[in-house]
């Protein structure tokens, strides 16, 4: 099971962590990461981040948002900088781990102009 929070308000060029806590384990999860959904559009990967730290990013939030994690905390982070409007979506963390997908629950980011 997977817990996201650290969403909320802010104003353009401003700063969050989303923060992704597991309720087991994390070490042997292969691969997890951030999903963003923005309204009535499909659910779309913004980064990722495999058991050996290696990193991928969507183009558009490339060198703006850092993905990490943390085992022994069993916690995942996304810090996102220099937030924009576009960044507005529901974020979800994910997880996958010998053939399961984990989704924890969504956290909204608001950035305003």
């Known amino acids: 099971q997977l817990q996201a929070c650290g969403g909320g308000w802010v104003q353009a060029g401003e700063c969050l962590r989303l923060?992704?806590?597991?309720?087991?384990?994390?070490?042997?999860?292969?691969?997890m990461g951030w999903y963003r959904q923005f309204p009535e559009k499909q659910r779309e990967p913004v980064a990722l981040i495999s058991n050996l730290d290696s990193t991928n990013y969507v183009d558009s939030v490339e060198g703006q948002f850092y993905i990490s994690r943390d085992n022994s905390k069993n916690t995942m982070y996304l810090q996102m900088n220099s937030l924009k409007p576009e960044d507005t979506a529901v974020y979800y963390c994910?997880?996958?781990?010998?053939?399961?997908?984990?989704w924890g629950q969504g956290t909204q980011v608001t950035v305003s102009s």
């Open positions: 994910h997880a996958f781990n010998a053939g399961q997908n984990y």
């Open positions: 923060s992704c806590t597991a309720s087991e384990s994390m070490s042997s999860f292969n691969w």
